[in-house]
């Protein structure tokens, strides 16, 4: 059945191209929306540029009538209609609901809505669309339907791990072992791997018995981990099979994407900058470690910075510089207090802590660039690193993957439930969009790993709190 669907400000500053995801049904615009869009049409960030593109898009569709009597909008029958709140309109809300208060506004559009359906008794159902959780809420205790903006979300309970396990006979394991890979057609599986997908095989008569794969798509057949089981990376190695499988991605340069997710302490960061260095710095595949990560506090903001874009971003990168010093420094004794994936070396100076960074951007090995900065760049030649990349939208993902230049492999670490922005939850989120739109590409990888490794402690109070 064909709907009205009411949409509020944060789904056209999200979406842009939300006014063409509602196929046959009908979309109202309340002008409090128009008159919103206005407002932000000036913001430099991301939600100007969204802002500018929702004006352009109303624009277009004026050339198809009047947007007050409702124009038709896209090939498959559906129509859109700018709809003033007036005052009789306001007169439904609750008391309670003070009248000239945007949310409020959008709010009695809606019921206007739902009560000529009531009356002329053909109008479709009205959906209020909105990603306010407060305004949903509202929406309900005044009897409308309301609902977030789901089409760019990701089921996080159903993200796709990246690794699986598959049963095996013996000499199948062998021949995966001897480097002849083994035919996924002869195997016992509900569904083929994903491309790059890690697939540990267990022994059908040992189970203790295992082995860790890869699944090649071009060839279709399990092949057995080059890398990560023959590259030292200095006092890094792998402490777990996801770690394992993440290290085995991170070295291939024929694995131009690779997506890290996981909660705190798994080594994501670690192991992306450890495999970033050996490659620039050992290997001379790219020219340079880039590294850059949202600029979002944990908590109440300290002000602006003074100084110059390296030390304004000094805070921001102080979690990059703690894992560089620990793979670059340190005496023996304190690599024995921190020595593998998820931890950093404790007793660093802040002066050794800079002398290592220092040391690496002189020898134009390492590059921290602001995300703000990043669009209209060609990145050519270079190991990109984006860290808490689950602080970003899709969009700025979307803008920071197409700067990628030809040679360059990027890598965007994080984890979905340590989000800091307000505009993003676990499910919508750019890193999680990121990780189901490539599922399956042979250019790209992912892997969430499951097991903290930076202290028991770290790892009891990320599975407790």
Excluded at 378 to 398: C, G, W, Y
């Amino acid at each position: 059945m064909r709907k009205t669907f009411v949409l509020d400000t944060n789904v056209l500053l999200h979406d842009p191209a939300a006014l063409t995801r509602f196929e046959d049904n009908a979309i109202v615009i309340p002008i409090e929306v128009v008159e919103e869009i206005d407002r932000f049409k000036r913001d430099p960030a991301e939600k100007g540029r969204n802002a500018r593109q929702v004006s352009r898009l109303l624009d277009d569709l004026r050339a198809h009538g009047n947007l007050a009597d409702g124009v038709p909008n896209g090939d498959q029958g559906g129509t859109l209609k700018v709809v003033f709140c007036r005052a009789e309109t306001l007169a439904q809300l609750p008391p309670e609901l003070k009248a000239g208060n945007g949310d409020n506004n959008i709010l009695a559009v809606a019921l206007e809505a739902q009560r000529l359906e009531a009356v002329i008794g053909s109008q479709p159902p009205v959906v209020l669309v909105t990603k306010d959780t407060n305004l949903r809420i509202k929406a309900d205790a005044v009897g409308l339907i309301a609902q977030d903006y789901s089409t760019d979300k990701v089921a996080i309970d159903d993200l796709y791990p990246g690794v699986c396990e598959l049963w095996a006979r013996a000499e199948q394991m062998d021949q995966v072992k001897q480097g002849a890979g083994l035919s996924v057609d002869g195997l016992d599986l509900p569904a083929p791997p994903q491309a790059n997908e890690g697939v540990m095989l267990i022994d059908l008569a040992q189970p203790a018995h295992t082995l860790l794969s890869r699944f090649h798509a071009q060839t279709g057949t399990l092949q057995p981990l080059q890398r990560a089981q023959k590259v030292r990376l200095g006092r890094i190695q792998a402490r777990n099979r996801e770690q394992t499988f993440a290290l085995d991605l991170l070295l291939d340069p024929d694995i131009q994407l690779v997506t890290l997710v996981g909660k705190a302490g798994t080594g994501k960061t670690l192991l992306a900058l450890a495999a970033g260095l050996h490659q620039v710095a050992d290997e001379r595949l790219y020219e340079r470690l880039l590294v850059t990560r949202p600029v979002i506090a944990l908590g109440k903001e300290l002000g602006f910075l003074p100084g110059d874009l390296e030390e304004k971003m000094g805070p921001w990168m102080q979690p990059i510089i703690d894992n560089l010093d620990f793979l670059l420094g340190g005496s023996a004794e304190e690599a024995g207090r921190s020595n593998g994936p998820g931890g950093t070396g404790g007793g660093r100076s802040q002066r050794s802590q800079r002398g290592n960074w220092s040391d690496l951007k002189g020898m134009g090995l390492l590059e921290v660039e602001a995300i703000s900065y990043i669009r209209g760049r060609s990145i050519p030649r270079q190991f990109m690193v984006v860290d808490e990349a689950q602080n970003l939208t899709p969009h700025e993902v979307k803008t920071i993957v197409t700067r990628v230049g030809e040679g360059t492999k990027i890598v965007l670490t994080g984890d979905p439930y340590q989000i800091d922005n307000p505009y993003v939850d676990a499910e919508s989120n750019g890193l999680t969009w990121l990780v189901e739109r490539f599922k399956g590409q042979p250019l790209a990888g992912h892997v969430t790993l499951m097991r903290g490794e930076r202290s028991p402690l770290a790892e009891l109070a990320a599975n407790l709190l």
